[in-house]
């Protein structure tokens, strides 16, 4: 008799979650996905690549491409007649748990005179949690999914808790204080080990947590500040003074020495000087990060003058200093469950299965990339990237254009799988879990709030003041990536005062509950008409309130637009007109 098996492996969020570093957040998503991968190679070995559900590969190439992409934590699986499901999923639980034992091995061998080798060992062996769950495959597909996946459910549920091998009195991870710490360093000069490491002095790091920093991603991987200086190095570039700020990083890393050179390769980077040289550079607040800088006042602040002498040599044409901000993007997708219930049997499911793989998730890499930025993770439906913020809007639209794209042929008529997005624009000195926290927030927000799924809520968090949240559809007409843009054309043409919004936010805020929906629009009118604004303009922004509720989101996304403006200035960006803006 014929089964179906699905296996599950986590922790995926708390794992990946737990980062101070893209760096870490790349690795955590990366390892995962590839022990998912060992474990759908060991499965295809067992019982042939076309057995393989989801992910859908047509041999061991295919099934190699879809690595590439990303391999989900949850593997679904036909098991023929004459072989046992137990033993399948044994198997490749096992094989994921010794991929990582494997990359533990590779990535802290070379280092492990300064760890506790055993615990560390430990702790990696014992990161994974996998689950199984299987069932006789009899006639009526759906339904035999659906009770799989209940329980597989059930399982994860009923967790095995083993007591651990590695406790001692040691201080706990500084990331997520689970784990106690396996750095095994001299005290007299540990945190000067530690920054050699890569690590910050004080911090104390489990043997999974050294595992993500360690891991050599082939290219390195984009900060959290390369994204911020990107909108700038794009502003530079188009004003044709590129000579001048290599030149001037030559002379900053002069004075830094060997410590202001890049160890990053990122396609991305691959034209700009920050594939060479610390993009710490570009940013004063952060020359005191240079060791060779903090212990030599005098040397720090004649990097200080170098700096400001650049910025007074490119600030005719180029916004200076750089940016702080960018844009971190997480997407899932909607309906998936829905769709995959109403698929009649395991062959319409490999074709679903390879549609979301090779028609979204293996091309999304491309898109970010093509919009300046970093994917950190693209598993199905489920994306994380980098961005920065001058095309963070138009690649959280080109991302949910390729997955409607890839999903169409799936789903009923009005209910075919659509993309929600959470765009997060925060501080790029930020703590990496808070962005995070904030990503998934706006993620879920566009997903749950009315009307409900097809969107985008982008959140933004600036360092002084009030966190602001704004969420549209993607098919209202126009959609929110198009009324921010035109918003953010608005304000860098200087034809909406800036306290416009202000204004109307503090009149919803006042009286947005005693007055009827009429009476608000109308006093909204009146705040407006008495702005020294073009006419056209005025008209504009008056044809878009209607009811109460839209002075609320117009005041709402004039200000989030502020962050998205001043990037696009930086950028050296074209300030659209309207006749542009109508021919999107």
């Not at 474990?39 to 559900?53: D, F, Q, Y």
């Not at 042929?409 to 929600?420: H, M, N």
Request: charged share 30%; hydrophobic share 45%.
């Amino acid at each position: 008799m014929e089964h179906l098996l699905a296996i599950a492996l986590g922790p995926v969020q708390e794992f990946i979650a737990t980062a101070r570093r893209t760096r870490d957040l790349y690795a955590g998503s990366r390892l995962l996905s590839e022990a998912a991968a060992r474990a759908a190679e060991a499965l295809a070995r067992e019982v042939g690549a076309k057995n393989l559900i989801f992910p859908a590969p047509e041999d061991e190439a295919g099934l190699e491409r879809l690595a590439g992409a990303g391999i989900p934590n949850v593997l679904l699986v036909r098991v023929p007649e004459g072989k046992d499901p137990r033993g399948l999923g044994e198997q490749a639980l096992g094989a994921a748990r010794d991929y990582l034992r494997e990359r533990a091995e590779e990535v802290l061998g070379p280092r492990r005179d300064l760890l506790f080798w055993r615990e560390a060992l430990a702790q990696v062996e014992d990161l994974l949690e996998g689950y199984y769950a299987y069932l006789p495959l009899e006639g009526d597909y759906p339904r035999a999914r659906e009770r799989l996946m209940a329980l597989l459910a059930a399982r994860k549920n009923t967790r095995d808790f083993a007591p651990v091998s590695w406790g001692s009195p040691a201080y706990k991870s500084s990331l997520d204080g689970a784990r106690e710490s396996v750095l095994r360093l001299p005290e007299r000069e540990a945190d000067h080990l530690r920054v050699r490491l890569g690590l910050r002095p004080g911090e104390y790091l489990a043997g999974p947590d050294l595992l993500k920093r360690w891991w050599k991603a082939g290219h390195g991987f984009l900060s959290t500040t390369h994204m911020a200086a990107l909108p700038f190095w794009e502003g530079v570039r188009r004003a044709g003074l590129e000579a001048v700020l290599k030149e001037a990083l030559e002379e900053l890393g002069g004075l830094v020495g060997e410590e202001a050179r890049a160890e990053v390769r990122h396609p991305v980077l691959r034209d700009t000087p920050f594939g060479e040289w610390d993009v710490r550079l570009l940013y004063e607040s952060r020359l005191e990060e240079f060791p060779s800088l903090a212990e030599d006042p005098g040397l720090l602040e004649k990097a200080r003058d170098r700096l400001r002498a650049l910025w007074r040599r490119l600030s005719p044409k180029v916004r200076v200093p750089p940016g702080a901000y960018y844009a971190l993007l997480h997407a899932d997708g909607d309906r998936m469950g829905e769709t995959l219930d109403g698929l009649p049997s395991p062959e319409a499911h490999r074709r679903f299965s390879n549609a979301l793989a090779l028609g979204f998730a293996a091309q999304v890499k491309d898109i970010v990339e093509a919009h300046g930025g970093g994917l950190v993770y693209s598993g199905g439906d489920d994306v994380l990237a980098l961005l920065p913020l001058h095309t963070a809007l138009m690649a959280a639209r080109a991302l949910a254009d390729r997955f409607r794209e890839a999903m169409a042929p799936f789903g009923r008529e009005g209910r075919a799988p659509s993309l929600s997005v959470g765009l997060a624009v925060v501080h790029h000195l930020e703590p990496l879990q808070d962005a995070l926290d904030l990503a998934r927030r706006a993620e879920k927000w566009a997903k749950e709030g009315e009307p409900k799924r097809n969107a985008l809520c982008v959140a933004y968090s600036p360092r002084s003041g009030a966190e602001r949240l704004v969420r549209g559809r993607w098919d209202e007409n126009p959609p929110l990536t198009r009324r921010l843009l035109r918003y953010a054309d608005l304000l860098r043409a200087g034809e909406v005062p800036s306290r416009a919004a202000y204004e109307l936010l503090a009149l919803v805020r006042e009286a947005g509950e005693a007055l009827p929906g009429e009476a608000l629009v109308a006093e909204a009118l009146r705040i407006l008409g008495r702005k020294e604004m073009k006419r056209a303009y005025r008209e504009e922004l008056e044809a878009w309130l209607r009811t109460g509720e839209d002075v609320r989101r117009l005041a709402e996304e004039l200000i989030l637009a502020r962050p998205f403006a001043e990037a696009l200035d930086q950028a050296g960006v074209p300030v659209e007109s309207r006749e542009v803006w109508d021919a999107h």
